[in-house]
């Protein structure tokens, strides 16, 4: 959870909650009430623009690249850094894909490449804008 203190104020940004039960209480002229709060469904989930088959063979080609194990677990999240890849096992990933998929890709958007999803997602484009 994150707050934010200023002076006397202080905002909390708690996770959405709704309400399921609400009871109320009576004490001489004094009401209460009682709310039971359970966790509302995460309604934000982020998608991978790229065909799943793309990821699953640029993720391929990153763990051939990079001579990964067979259990290591390689995610359309999965940076190139995390893996231990330098800017110059980048580069090999990078001719890797463009001989796997049979295309080129440009130098300038090569280079801002970071993670698995951005290259599949480059790798679309540019098979969108071949046919």
Do not use: H, W, Y
Request: charge should be negative; include cysteine; hydrophobic fraction near 40%.
């Amino acid at each position: 959870m994150a707050s934010i203190a200023a002076g006397s104020t202080s905002l909390t940004a708690r996770p959405r909650q709704m309400a399921t039960a609400v009871k109320c209480f009576s004490q001489g002229s004094r009401s209460s009430l009682s709310f039971t709060l359970r966790p509302l469904p995460t309604r934000l989930s982020v998608s991978c623009a790229a065909k799943p088959e793309t990821v699953d063979k640029v993720c391929e080609v990153v763990k051939k690249q990079l001579s990964l194990k067979a259990g290591e677990q390689v995610t359309a999240a999965t940076k190139f850094a995390d893996l231990g890849a330098d800017s110059l096992d980048t580069v090999e990933i990078v001719m890797g894909l463009e001989e796997a998929f049979d295309i080129e890709m440009a130098e300038d958007k090569a280079q801002n490449i970071e993670t698995v999803e951005q290259a599949a997602e480059l790798i679309e484009e540019i098979l969108t804008g071949k046919a």
